[in-house]
C-alpha cells in the first residue's frame, strides 16, 4: 500500500491553475523529489501536502485515510508530518537544544526522552556541542542541520522539504545534499522534497517528478529519467540534449544525413515523423570514417569552448540541423574542420 | 477525518474584529454626520444646525482663521524646518546632532506647554522679551505682543516644524550624491545645484511634512485656546469648545466640525495621489555613497540660524518655564529669594485634584497603549497572514482616525456614546475608548511592520510539528514581536499622556487629565503651578521616551 497518495489535484488562484491534474504515490520510505522550473507549483503541491493550503479539487491521503479534500482539510498541526522551509525558520528566540526539543515536547514526552533524543539527533546532525547556542550564533548550514535535526527527531509520518538548500553558498549546498541523503539512509522517514536544482534531486531521490506548468510530466528513477526521458521538456530540463527529427518508413529511421535501422531503436512509432533527443554526450567525433554499421554522419565544427573537464562542439551536418557535441579534452578539432559523427542507437529516445 | 476545519475560528475572530472598530471608528463618525443633521429634541432631518452653525459672520471668520494659521503655520514651519532639514542632512555645518536633540526635544514639548512659555516670553507688558525690550531701549510699550495671529502662528510653527524637518531630512540622506555630481560635472555650483537638483528632488517630503503642519495647526485646540481667546478672535478648535459651552449645542458643534474633517480627508488624498504617484519620493540612490556640503565660513551662519531656531522653540520657552516653575512669582525674575518647591509641593502633596490628575493620565494613557496594541495586533496578524478574505477593510479602518482630527473624533464619540443608552460622558472608559481610537492608526503601522519583519514559516514551522495556531502565537511570534511592541506601546503612550483635543470635550469632573488641568490652571492665571505641572509631565516624557531609545533605538520616534 502507498504511503502518501496524490489523487487528480488541483489549485487554483481565481482563474489561474497553480497546479492541475496532478497524480504522485509514494512508498514507505520512498525519497521523491518534485523537481521542476520556478513557477511550476511544486511547492504549492508541497504546502499542500503540509496543509497549509487546501486543494481546489482532488484528495490527498496517507496511509489511507484522506488528509485532504475540496469539502476540507486536516489542519497542519493534525497531520504528523514535518517540513524544513527554506528559510529554515529555526525560532531565534529558542536555543538549538529548545528548537529540537519543541515537537517531542509537545507529544508530551517525559523529559528524561526528549533529552536524550534531542542530545542523539544533535549527535548525528554534528551539532551536539552547539546545543547551548541560539540560532543568530549560528552560520546557515548549522541552521540548516538544526532545522534537519527538528524536524527528523519527532520521526514524522512524512518529511517535506521546501527548497532547502537554496540560501546555501555552493560548496556547503553539496555537501548538505549528501548530508540529506545519509539522513534518510538512516531513518529512512517517506520524504517529499522540492527543488529547482537537478543535481541536488539526482543526489538526494529514488524518484524524481518532474513538474511544468502545474503538471507532472515524468515520475522516474534518476537513471531513467536521464536516458529515457519522455517528454521534450523532461529531455532539456534534466541535463542538455539535441533534438534531432526522423522520419519512419518501416525498416529504418531516415534522419537526412544519416539513417538507423528502426530494430535498433527503443519505442520509435514505425511510420511517420518523430523526434529524438540525442545526449551530446552520447555522440563520438572521429577525423577517419567508421565501419558500415555505425549510424555516422559527415559533419563540420561550427564552434567550440574548451570547459576544462571537456570540449563543447557544434557539429553541422549538411542539412543545416546543429548538434551538441562534447569530446574528451584531447580530442581536438578546429572550427571549420571536417570530421563523421557516429550515433549510439541505444541513446536515442523518441519523446512525445 | 473529524477534525477537518469546516467552521473556521479566524471567521469569528474577524466578525469580533470589525464589531469592535466599527463601534471604535465608524459610529462616532456616522452619528457626528446623522446629528449634524438632526433637530435636537426632536430627532428630526433638518438643514438647521448647518444654516445655525454657518449663518453667522464671527462663525465664518473662524474658519477663515483657521485657514489663515493653517497656511501661516505651514509657511514658517517650512521656513523653519527645511534650512535646518538641509543643514544636518548634507553639509559640514557643526553640532548637527546637538541640533538634531533639539529638534528632537521641539517634538516632545506639548504645543499647549510651549504656549504657555511664549505667553511668559511675549506677553504684551510682563513678558521676558518685551521687559527686556524695554530696559535696553527705554521705549514705552514692549515690542511683541503674542496675544494675535502673528503669535499664534509663530508659536505653533515652533512646534510643528519638526514634522518638516524629519520629513525632509529622511528624504535627503537617500539622494545619493551622485545626483549632484551629475550637476556639478555640467558647471553647476553647490548653490545651484542645491537649488535646481537637491532640493527639488525632496520636494515631496518637504510638501508632505508641510501638509501635516498644516492640519496639525488647523486641529490644535490647546494653543489657539491659550492665545486665540484672549486675543479675541476664534479658529474652528475654540469656536467648537464654544458651542459646548452651556447650553451644549452637540449638533451645531457637529455641522461646524465637518469642514475641518473634509479638509483632513481631501489633504491626504492629494498627499497621495498627487505627491505619490511622482516617482522620485523613493530616489534611493542604490548605495550611492553621500557627502557633505562645505559651507566654508558660511557653517558658521547656519549654525546660528539653527541656534536661533533651536531658541525659538525649546531654550526660551524651557527657560522662562522652568524659571516660573521654580519661582514664588515669574514676574520678580531670577533671583535667590525668589526660588522655592513650593509649586511642586503643593501639586504633588496638596492638591488632591493635581494628585488625581497626574494619576489618570497615566493609567488611561497605560490603559489605551494596552488596547491600541492588543487590538492593532490582532488586526495585524489577520492582515497580513490573510486569514480571512476582506481582510484589507480591517487595515483600512484602523488607519481610518489618521485622517480625524482629534477634536472631531471627540465630538463623534461625544454624539455617538454620551446620551444613553451608554452614558459614557465624563466616565474614564470613554476617554481611553476615544484615546484608542486617535492612536490606533499609530499602533497598526508599528504592529504591522513587526508583523511583516516576522517570516510566516517561523510559524509554519510550529503547525507542521503539531502545534496550533495559538500555540505559535504564544511560543513564537510574541517573543520576537516584544522589541517592537514595547516600541509601539511608548510611541502611543506618549502622545496619549498629552492629548488634549479630544480630552477637553470628554472628560469629567472626577476624570481631569493633566492637559486639561494644565490648560484650566491657565484661566486661572496661576503660572507657577501651571510651570511646575508642565515640568512634571515633561520629565515623565523625557524618562519614557529615553526608555524607548535604549529599547528600540534611535529611530523609534520618527518610525510612525
Known amino acids: 500500500m502507498s504511503k502518501l497518495v496524490l489523487r487528480g489535484i488541483e489549485k487554483h488562484y481565481g482563474d489561474t491553475p497553480a497546479v492541475s491534474g496532478l497524480n504522485l504515490a509514494l512508498n514507505e520510505g520512498e525519497f521523491v523529489s518534485l523537481l521542476g522550473p520556478s513557477g511550476c507549483g511544486k511547492t504549492t503541491t508541497l504546502r499542500m501536502i503540509a496543509g497549509f493550503i487546501d486543494p481546489t479539487a482532488g484528495t490527498i491521503e496517507m496511509n489511507g485515510q484522506l488528509l485532504s479534500s475540496p469539502s476540507g482539510a486536516l489542519p497542519p498541526e493534525k497531520r504528523q508530518m514535518s517540513m524544513i522551509f527554506q528559510s529554515y525558520a529555526v525560532w531565534p528566540n529558542m536555543t538549538v537544544q529548545q528548537n529540537v526539543a519543541f515537537g517531542l515536547e509537545l507529544r508530551k514526552l517525559p523529559r528524561e526522552e526528549v533529552r536524550r533524543r534531542v542530545g542523539e539527533m544533535l549527535e548525528v546532525v554534528h551539532m551536539g556541542h552547539l546545543a547551548a547556542r541560539y540560532p543568530a550564533e549560528l552560520s546557515g548550514g548549522q541552521q540548516q542541520r538544526v532545522a534537519l535535526a527538528r524536524a527528523i527527531v519527532i520521526q514524522p509520518q512524512v518529511l517535506l522539504l521546501d527548497e532547502p538548500l537554496s540560501n546555501l553558498d555552493a560548496n556547503l549546498r553539496e555537501e548538505m ?104 554526450q552520447s555522440m563520438r567525433l572521429s577525423r577517419a570514417r567508421l565501419p558500415d554499421g555505425v549510424p555516422q554522419a559527415a559533419v563540420t565544427i561550427a564552434e567550440r569552448a574548451y570547459l576544462g573537464e571537456f570540449w563543447d562542439y557544434v557539429a553541422a551536418p549538411e542539412n543545416g540541423v546543429r548538434l551538441r557535441v562534447t569530446a574528451p579534452p584531447l580530442e581536438i578539432y578546429q572550427v571549420g574542420e571536417s570530421a563523421w559523427l557516429a550515433f549510439d542507437p541505444k541513446q536515442m529516445t523518441p519523446i512525445l | 477525518m473529524r477534525r477537518f476545519r469546516f467552521a473556521d475560528p479566524s471567521m469569528f475572530l474577524w466578525l469580533a474584529l470589525i464589531g469592535v472598530l466599527i463601534f471604535l471608528i465608524a459610529m462616532p463618525m456616522v452619528r457626528l454626520v446623522i446629528s449634524s443633521f438632526q433637530e435636537p429634541e426632536t430627532g428630526r432631518l433638518t438643514l438647521s444646525n448647518y444654516i445655525e452653525a454657518y449663518g453667522r459672520a464671527r462663525h465664518l471668520q473662524a474658519l477663515w482663521n483657521t485657514f489663515e494659521l493653517g497656511a501661516g503655520v505651514a509657511a514658517l514651519s517650512c521656513l523653519f524646518g527645511v534650512p535646518l532639514a538641509w543643514a544636518v542632512a548634507r553639509t559640514d555645518m557643526p553640532a548637527k546632532g546637538f541640533i538634531r536633540l533639539m529638534v528632537f526635544g521641539a517634538f516632545i514639548i506639548p504645543p499647549y506647554l510651549g504656549a504657555i512659555g511664549w505667553i511668559l516670553l511675549a506677553g504684551p507688558n510682563a513678558g521676558w522679551l518685551n521687559k527686556v525690550w524695554i530696559a535696553l531701549t527705554g521705549a514705552e510699550s514692549g515690542l511683541f505682543n503674542v496675544y494675535s495671529m502673528a503669535g499664534l502662528i509663530v508659536v505653533i510653527a515652533v512646534t510643528s516644524f519638526p514634522y518638516v524637518f524629519v520629513f525632509t531630512t529622511g528624504a535627503l540622506e537617500l539622494v545619493s550624491s551622485e545626483m549632484e555630481d551629475a550637476a556639478n560635472i555640467l558647471g553647476a555650483g553647490t548653490l545651484r545645484t542645491t537649488f535646481r537638483v537637491t532640493l527639488p528632488l525632496v520636494l515631496p517630503a518637504i510638501i508632505g511634512g508641510l501638509i501635516i503642519s498644516f492640519l496639525e495647526a488647523i486641529a490644535l485646540f490647546g494653543a489657539p485656546a491659550l492665545i486665540a481667546l484672549p486675543a479675541r478672535f476664534h479658529v474652528v478648535s475654540t469656536q467648537l469648545w464654544q458651542f459646548f459651552e452651556y447650553p451644549v449645542r452637540v449638533e451645531q458643534a457637529a455641522a461646524y466640525a465637518m469642514p475641518l474633517l473634509l479638509i483632513t480627508i481631501f489633504m491626504f488624498w492629494l498627499q497621495r495621489t498627487v505627491l505619490g504617484r511622482r516617482g522620485y519620493t523613493t530616489v534611493s540612490g542604490k548605495g550611492g555613497e553621500r557627502r557633505v556640503t562645505r559651507l566654508g565660513r558660511w557653517r558658521w551662519a547656519m549654525l546660528g540660524y539653527a541656534l536661533f531656531v533651536c531658541a525659538l522653540a525649546v531654550f526660551l520657552p524651557m527657560l522662562v518655564l522652568t524659571q516660573a516653575a521654580f519661582a514664588r512669582a515669574w514676574g520678580r525674575g531670577f533671583s535667590l529669594d525668589n526660588l522655592t518647591l513650593q509649586n511642586f509641593h503643593y501639586i504633588l502633596f496638596e492638591q488632591t485634584q493635581a494628585q488625581n490628575a497626574i494619576i489618570n493620565t497615566f493609567v488611561y ?115 520576537l514581536l516584544k522589541r517592537s511592541l514595547a516600541g509601539a506601546w511608548i510611541l502611543v503612550f506618549i502622545p496619549a499622556t498629552r492629548e488634549l483635543s479630544s480630552a477637553i470635550f470628554l472628560v469629567g469632573p472626577n476624570t481631569r487629565v493633566i492637559s486639561v488641568m494644565l490648560f484650566d490652571l491657565s484661566e486661572e492665571g496661576n503660572f507657577e503651578v501651571l510651570s511646575a505641572l508642565g515640568m512634571i509631565l515633561l520629565v515623565a516624557t523625557l524618562i519614557i521616551a529615553a526608555l524607548g531609545f535604549r529599547a528600540i533605538g534611535r529611530d523609534f520616534m520618527v518610525r510612525s
Open chain 1, 177 to 280: 545534499r549528501f548530508e540529506i541523503r545519509r539522513l534518510h539512509d538512516e531513518f529512512r522517514i517517506t520524504t517529499v522534497y522540492v527543488t529547482h536544482d537537478q543535481a541536488e534531486a539526482m543526489v538526494t531521490s529514488d524518484r524524481i517528478a518532474v513538474m511544468n506548468q502545474g503538471r507532472i510530466e515524468q515520475v522516474d528513477d534518476p537513471h531513467t529519467l536521464y536516458t529515457r526521458p519522455k517528454t521534450r521538456f523532461v529531455a532539456g530540463f534534466i541535463g542538455r540534449t539535441n533534438f534531432i527529427e526522423g522520419t519512419c518508413n518501416g525498416a529504418q529511421v531516415e534522419f537526412g544525413s544519416f539513417a538507423v535501422p528502426l530494430a535498433s531503436l527503443e519505442d520509435a512509432p514505425s511510420s511517420g515523423k518523430a523526434t529524438f533527443s540525442v545526449r551530446p
Open chain 2, 365 to 479: 494613557s497605560g490603559a489605551t497603549a494596552f488596547a491600541a496594541i492588543g487590538l492593532s495586533l490582532a488586526i495585524a496578524y489577520v492582515v497580513t497572514r490573510k486569514l480571512v478574505p476582506w481582510s484589507n477593510v480591517l487595515a483600512f479602518l484602523c488607519l481610518a482616525p489618521f485622517v480625524i482630527p482629534g477634536i472631531v473624533l471627540a465630538i463623534g464619540f461625544y454624539a455617538a456614546y454620551a446620551p444613553p443608552p451608554l452614558a459614557l460622558y465624563g466616565t474614564a472608559t470613554i476617554l481611553i475608548l476615544a484615546y484608542t481610537t486617535r492612536f490606533l492608526p499609530i499602533a497598526y503601522t508599528s504592529s504591522a511592520a513587526g508583523m511583516r519583519s516576522i517570516n510566516p514559516e517561523m510559524e509554519e514551522a510550529v503547525r507542521i510539528l503539531g502545534g496550533s495556531r495559538l500555540l505559535a502565537i504564544r511560543k513564537v511570534l510574541a517573543p
